[in-house]
């Protein structure tokens, strides 16, 4: 695939999750339950559903619309939708590694791919099946363009910060909300969950703030006063180097980790309706059978659309930054595409990415060698 032919795919996946998404769920009536939960305040059965976060209608609402949205496949309601969603957010969570690396490059970049927090609010709302194709578009077009190429992240303060902000704005949430998907579904009340809900979805946001804070407080405990010496530079050039490559680790480890504790559920799950099939194949608009009610099925028809789009998206993505790699090695694109979808059934999505974006690290010229090509 030729990567400025590319562009138009990319664009055509996000327009094609919008009517998959959004299309789908206005013609199930999946949206309107939706709203009707929220203006009524109650979800299936006559339980509670919470309004009042802050006081803001407009903040308030479409917190609860995604709390609502959310509720039934993280509470342990349906054992194959509750894994189901923990192995998309494994997938999903690890595009924030992705995206602030990028971001973090020291070359001039468009705006959009130098504030990924729009993506990330975008996909947060909408679908990161919307969010993410549009960004890959973006970013494609970025490299195409690019003169003497990418270059390796040159500040150690920023490549130390991207893990931790990872862990503890991306998966920390996401294990702390889907809890009861290992710990039962009685291991929290229904206020308690709604709650924890509300406070996860403006993850973006808390990625952010805790990048920019975690780049400053090191920035503050390791920088030195005195004058850097080129030997200097080279030495915090490594180093950011090696951080970006632990973050993409990181990363791998924990998407395979959560697509492996799915896959070995799925496997050893006496009951029936914890299968592949069930689970992530999409029923064009009725949603996986068995599921109870439209809150139930709605939601979660829209995130299968929704997963496919976004691991098809990312593995082309990953597919196409790999290219002029393989060619030095003499792989072909058939051979790639097969190892890809090899690793993507075992390992997941998710860390095939992450894997693909560690091995690609390695092959890009530091900051120097750009400005000497420059």
């Not at 803001?56 to 342990?76: E, M, N």
């Not at 001039?108 to 993410?132: D, H, M, N, T």
């Not at 691991?311 to 097969?338: E, Y």
């Amino acid at each position: 695939m030729d990567s400025q032919k590319s562009i138009p795919y990319f664009y055509s996946l996000s327009v094609l999750a919008v009517i998959a998404l959004w299309g789908v769920s206005l013609w199930n009536g999946t949206v309107e339950a939706l709203i009707r939960a929220v203006w009524h305040g109650e979800l299936h059965g006559g339980l509670p559903l919470r309004t009042d976060y802050t006081g803001v209608p407009l903040i308030d609402y479409p917190i609860a619309i995604l709390v609502a949205f959310f509720f039934y496949g993280t509470s342990g309601h349906d054992e194959g939708y509750q894994l189901f969603l923990l192995d998309a957010y494994s997938t999903l969570q690890s595009a924030f590694v992705w995206l602030y690396v990028e971001e973090s490059r020291p070359q001039s970049k468009p705006k959009w791919i130098s504030r990924p927090i729009v993506f990330g609010l975008l996909w947060q709302c909408f679908g990161a099946a919307i969010s993410l194709p549009l960004y890959y578009a973006n970013h494609i077009y970025w490299i195409s363009q690019s003169k003497a190429g990418i270059a390796r992240v040159a500040n150690p303060h920023r490549a130390i910060a991207l893990p931790f902000s990872f862990l503890f704005g991306a998966v920390l949430p996401a294990l702390i909300g889907m809890a009861p998907s290992w710990l039962g579904p009685h291991s929290r009340s229904s206020a308690t969950h709604q709650a924890i809900l509300a406070a996860w979805q403006p993850d973006p946001i808390w990625v952010s703030l805790i990048l920019l804070a975690s780049t400053k407080i090191t920035a503050t405990l390791f920088s030195s006063r005195k004058s850097r010496t080129k030997a200097d530079m080279d030495v915090e050039r490594r180093k950011a180097s090696q951080w970006i490559c632990a973050t993409y680790v990181l990363a791998a480890i924990s998407s395979s980790m959560g697509h492996l504790y799915v896959m070995s559920r799925i496997a050893t799950s006496h009951n029936q309706a914890v299968n592949i099939v069930r689970m992530y194949v999409p029923f064009l608009s009725t949603g996986p059978p068995g599921a109870s009610g439209i809150l139930v099925r709605g939601p979660w028809l829209f995130l299968q659309y929704d997963f496919i789009i976004i691991s098809l998206s990312s593995l082309s993505w990953a597919f196409l930054l790999l290219g002029p790699i393989c060619l030095r090695w003499r792989i072909s694109a058939t051979s790639l595409t097969l190892i890809m979808m090899a690793s993507s059934v075992v390992i997941g999505p998710g860390a095939t990415v992450s894997i693909a974006l560690l091995l690609r690290e390695g092959h890009l010229p530091d900051q120097n060698s750009v400005s000497r090509q420059l």
